[in-house]
């Protein structure tokens, strides 16, 4: 059970850096065309004065799913390596930042500018798509499998 | 839904005391081992498939490695571009060639550092149209250009503003610094054939400006390129580039002036007259060109002209037939070299006078082909005599005759044989020995020809409407100026460059291409 959570976090892990710094979208409004990523999108809000939005966007696309996937790695395989208080700092990590994180919604949006603002400007997914979706399904999936109990119980084997 | 709000003390007996402090803070690790084990059935444990399952990240890593190396390795060249003004370009804003995206604008700023006068744009090229950036390529920002004479960029209004550029020559070497173009070059600048660019001395500017046109009889020949003063203010420079199909019509005896504006001419007797050359030379001014019939050698670039006010009436009336087009003869056909020949003879039997013929002969390795009136003793020489000049050599046509030097080749066609000239004639032979080796043909229908009297410079052009077959030969209209200068002169198909025969023009009579045997 914790391998297929660590092999797909790591995997999620793995397709993480081209999913956040490759373009998503190219958006395309009489003829000026613009390629978005996550992170150019993120950092440009942040640069433009809106620190608030940018900083929450920040936040839940980039750094708590990262940390998520850090942490549900780290229990998972460091299990035997990790103290014990480290583990457990680990596991709120993920238990806060799983909350917090919001790939899920970031895929959404993207998907609800693909489908419905296609008459007004022309709008076709980047390479960072397919990247980004692994990411989102791979990342659902690793919560999905763990289980917070086996880990209680497998820290009790002699 | 429940129907009665909690009451405001009590709270989720589900929910997690946020403020209980963590149960196992402070426990010594040793001590939570004494907590006795919970017993849990437990399944049995799956090891088949438990090292498969690492195949998923392995994948995922290289799916990654693959999408950025596509990424990085997708990406052209970044080039700077410095221009003077930015005109509303963006970042994201394309960069077209022949309509085509070939890059984008990445980023646009003030001229980097402290040139503030400046802007900078970083332009990413399309990997496949990464060679456009290269030596001699030319960019400029396209924009609503609106002038009394033509509208361009005009999608550059409502839609996004864009880079174009007019690429350099093919061999040039790749570059990553441009400084961008102020204005749009014109068409004729861009074009790969870039035609003879002639300078026009004027003594003011007669409201001319760039795009004017040069006309040759009122059509289209060239377009000025730019007009200002000269390095020392003395006169005004017109540069017009004269398109390569019709460079043959700028002669070094040509004369231009200027047709532009319009003028109105009121008098009680003429009532009232305005000449007007067309609406675009009133607005940005014409140059009209003529050639005389001898008009010289054609100009090559940097030739000057003084650009006159008005045309005399003569340049109006001139006429030269002068040949059009890109490629006078097919590429590669070779030209001939003729020799000038002359016959003199003594004429008149009491009042005795000089006659002479001169035309042109070609080496050909039967011998010098000559028309036949340069090899025959004309009939009014006195006791027969006539002597032949050709090529540094004096030759009594009588003694050639003798001497079985010379051949008749049809009825209007004569050969001197090699012999003549003995061990000069290899010299004389060898500039003609390509054309030696061009196919010959006779005409049988009209057909452009090319006129070449001597290695190619300045020839005639012959349109097929001005020629009517007569037995095996053509006759030339004799609208066509053709002086005894060209009698001799070869006759070239401008079709495939073929021989097709010799123009003999007779003293009296119609000038006629004469087939070769």
Redesign the interface.
């Known amino acids: 059970m914790t391998a297929r959570v660590a092999a797909t976090a790591a995997a999620a892990l793995a397709l993480f850096p081209p999913a956040i710094t490759l373009p998503i979208m190219r958006i395309e409004e009489m003829g000026h065309a613009t390629d978005a990523s996550i992170w150019s999108g993120s950092l440009g809000l942040l640069r433009d004065g809106d620190v608030f939005v940018g900083g929450v966007v920040f936040v839940c696309s980039i750094v708590f799913p990262l940390l998520k996937l850090g942490g549900l790695l780290a229990i998972t395989v460091g299990r035997h390596a990790l103290a014990r208080r480290a583990r457990r700092w680990s596991w709120r990590v993920v238990d806060l930042t799983g909350r917090w994180g919001m790939l899920d919604v970031l895929l959404v949006a993207v998907v609800v500018a693909w489908v419905k603002v296609g008459d007004l400007v022309e709008i076709t997914p980047g390479p960072a798509a397919f990247a980004f979706t692994l990411v989102v399904l791979l990342s659902l999936i690793a919560t999905a499998l763990f289980d917070p109990h086996a880990l209680w119980e497998e820290s009790n084997d002699p | 839904m429940t129907d009665e709000p909690l009451p405001p003390d009590a709270q989720d007996p589900l929910a997690p005391d946020p403020d209980a402090p963590d149960p ?1 803070a402070g426990v010594p ?1 040793a001590a ?1 081992g004494a907590v006795p ?1 919970a017993l ?1 059935e ?1 399944e049995p444990k799956r090891r088949i498939g ?1 090292g498969l ?2 195949i ?2 392995l ?3 290289a ?2 490695a693959a ?2 190396w ?2 990085i390795e997708g990406r052209g060249p970044e080039i700077v571009l410095h221009a003077d003004h930015g005109y509303g370009i ?5 960069v077209r060639y022949l309509g085509i995206d070939v890059g ?1 604008v990445t980023d646009v700023a003030l001229g980097g550092g402290t040139d503030e006068s400046a802007v900078r744009l970083q332009v990413r090229m399309r990997k496949d149209a990464a060679d456009l950036a290269r030596a001699g390529t030319r960019f400029w920002i396209v924009r609503p250009y609106l002038t009394l004479d033509s509208v361009e960029g005009l ?1 550059t209004l ?3 503003r ?1 880079v174009a550029l007019a690429p350099g020559p093919k061999e040039a070497e790749r570059r990553s610094q441009f400084t961008a173009l102020r204005e749009p070059p014109l068409d004729e600048e861009l074009s790969a054939e870039r035609g003879v660019e002639i300078v026009l001395e004027a003594p003011t500017r007669f409201g001319l400006q760039a795009g004017a046109r040069v006309a040759y009889r009122g059509v289209f020949i060239g377009t000025v390129v730019g007009v200002g003063l000269a390095s020392d203010a003395t006169s005004v420079e017109v540069r017009a580039l004269i398109r390569p199909a019709f460079a043959q019509l700028v002669r070094e005896n040509s004369v231009f002036w200027e047709t532009g504006g319009f003028e109105i001419d009121l008098s009680l007797t003429g009532g009232l007259k305005v000449d007007l050359d067309s609406l675009r030379s009133a607005l940005v001014g014409g140059i009209a060109v003529a050639t005389p019939i001898d008009g010289g050698p054609a100009v090559s670039t940097g030739w000057r002209f003084p650009l006159y006010a008005d045309p005399k009436d003569e340049w109006l009336q001139w006429a030269p037939p002068l040949p059009l087009g890109n490629d006078l003869l097919p590429p590669g056909a070779p030209l001939p070299k003729l020799l000038r020949g002359s016959l003199e003879w003594e004429q008149g039997r009491i009042l005795r006078s000089d006659g002479t013929r001169g035309g042109w002969m070609l080496a050909t390795p039967r011998g010098l082909l000559a028309p036949r009136d340069l090899l025959t003793v004309p009939a009014e020489a006195r006791e027969g005599v006539a002597r032949l000049q050709v090529a540094g050599r004096r030759f009594q046509i009588s003694e050639l005759e003798a001497g079985d030097l010379v051949e008749d080749l049809g009825p209007r066609l004569r050969i001197l044989r090699p012999g003549a000239f003995g061990e000069a004639w290899e010299g004389l032979m060898e500039p003609n020995e390509a054309i030696a080796t061009q196919p010959r043909r006779t005409l049988v229908a009209p057909e452009d020809l090319l006129l070449v009297r001597d290695s190619g410079r300045d020839p005639i052009g012959i349109d097929a409407s001005r020629l009517r077959m007569e037995g095996d030969g053509a006759l030339v209209d004799g609208r066509i100026p053709l002086s005894e200068d060209w009698h001799g002169s070869l006759a070239l198909a401008r079709s495939d460059g073929a021989v097709v025969g010799v123009l003999a023009v007779p003293a009296d009579g119609k000038a006629e291409i004469v087939p070769i045997p």
């Open positions: 196992l690790d939570l084990d849990v437990r438990h399952v690492w998923v990240p994948l995922a890593l799916a990654s999408l950025s596509s990424a963006r970042a994201g804003d394309p984008s999608e409502i839609g996004a864009y």
